[in-house]
């Protein structure tokens, strides 16, 4: 069975850094493209980044260039999104999700506050 | 950047009915159009790609259709579990893009 798990969001003042992590199990996780997405409450979905399977190539949204940096250890399975200088206005849940053109499999989802 | 526009924004329908859901583009996506739907409290569940394809596990009672920049998703008969907020996504340029959501809710 697929299975994604978010870690690492919480409450950060406007200006700081997380770093969060999705654990991935039950597939070959080097074989596929990995992505962040996320969801202010009550809001819709926005994309934020992707990388493809062997961590060469990454997309990034524009509201998050140049702040956002994803990456991936395929020994460990694990997908990352460094986030620095966060605004109010990246307060989201971050899901990571599996897929090229589409997510076929999404995690929980974790909570990042940015507030002071 | 392609826009995706869903409509309507709210559909209240009763269980038994049928929905019937809309995404356009800004400009043509060919095929590259998926579907998802999201309970509150949950992550999104794909349902349909690259336009019509049905996911894994997804009833036949979803299904997708459209090409370019017209598309629909058609829920033949509507249960109890299928109320929920319903999602387009686009994949074109290295960029990917969401629809604002349709809210599917009980009439």
Redesign the interface.
Known sequence: EVQLVESGGGLVQPGGSLRLSCAASGFTFSSFWMHWVRQAPGKGLVWVSRINSDGSSTTYADSVKGRFTISRDNAKNTLYLQMNSLRVEDTAVYYCARGGNHFDSWGQGTLVTVSS | ?IVLTQSPGTLSLSPGERATLSCRASQSVAS?L?W?Q?KPGQ????LI??ASSR??GIPDRFSGSGSGTDFTLTISRLEPEDFAVY?C?Q?GS????????TNLEIK
């Open positions: 950047e590259y998926a998802y999201q992550a999104p569940r794909l790609y690259g996911a894994t999602y996504q994949y290295s960029s990917y893009t969401f629809g604002q959501g």
